[in-house]
């Protein structure tokens, strides 16, 4: 059982930036393909980025691309967010992912999730 806790979500100005975390335990977490889901108020959950487990393959949302990087830290069991030229439509709540060797674009393929982190975007 893989348990993944994020944080650093937070109230930011548009143009601004933020770095989320997703600390993971309780798995070998150089197995898991992790990403980074979001879902705004009366929106569909959504995905962000995804890394693969050694870290060398990364995905973006169109949405995202440019502004979002993906990484992670398997000494450290950890997967980030670090996001830049924040946008009003970033605001969500963002979900830290996990699931075997290959990450994938789409929710129901995943087996773990955190409770989220609320990212609020002002313009």
């Known amino acids: 059982q893989v348990r993944l806790v994020e944080s650093g979500g937070g109230l930011v100005q548009a143009g601004g930036s933020l770095r989320l975390s997703c600390a993971a335990s309780g798995g070998t977490f150089s197995r898991y393909g992790m990403a980074w889901f979001r879902q705004a108020p009366e929106k569909d959950r959504e995905f962000v980025a995804s890394?693969?487990?050694?870290?060398?393959?990364?995905r973006y949302a169109d949405s995202v691309k440019g502004r979002f990087t993906i990484s992670r830290d398997n000494a450290k069991n950890m997967v980030y967010l670090q996001m830049n030229n924040l946008k009003p439509e970033d605001t969500a709540v963002y979900y830290c992912?996990?699931?075997?060797?290959?990450?994938?674009?789409?929710?129901?393929?995943?087996?773990?999730w955190g409770q989220g982190t609320q990212v609020t975007v002002s313009s």
């Open positions: 890394v693969n487990w050694s870290g060398v393959n990364t």
């Open positions: 992912n996990a699931r075997e060797l290959i990450a994938t674009m789409t929710v129901y393929e995943y087996d773990y």
